[in-house]
């Protein structure tokens, strides 16, 4: 039986499901959802890109492929935020 090295996080994330509504992720346990119309990054990209995703530190991700971060607080209550494309 081998042990993870120190450091490295026994926690995945993983996008579950992509739909013509949305992103799903499965992070800590929890499922998020992510809609085109809060998110629209994600939208017009790639399988590829959108499955690539990586939790940098407990609830915190980001899309390397399409230069997306975001927390768990933000995926969980968008309204809370100003996340439109175009919006500054």
């Known amino acids: 039986m081998s042990s993870l090295a120190h ?3 026994t926690s995945e994330v993983e ?3 992509i739909s013509s509504h949305g992103v799903w992720l499965l992070a800590q346990g929890k499922e998020m959802f992510m809609s085109y119309e809060d998110f629209p990054w994600f939208k017009d990209q790639a399988v590829k890109a959108i499955i690539n995703v990586e ?12 230069d997306v971060d975001l927390s768990s ?13 175009g919006n500054t």
Request: aromatic share 12%; glycine share 6%; proline share 10%.
């Open 73 to 85: 607080e933000i995926i969980e209550h968008p309204e809370k935020y100003s996340l439109k494309a």
């Open 7 to 9: 450091g490295k996080s």
């Open 15 to 17: 996008v579950t499901h």
């Open 55 to 66: 939790e940098q530190s407990p609830g915190h991700f980001y899309w390397p492929d399409i």
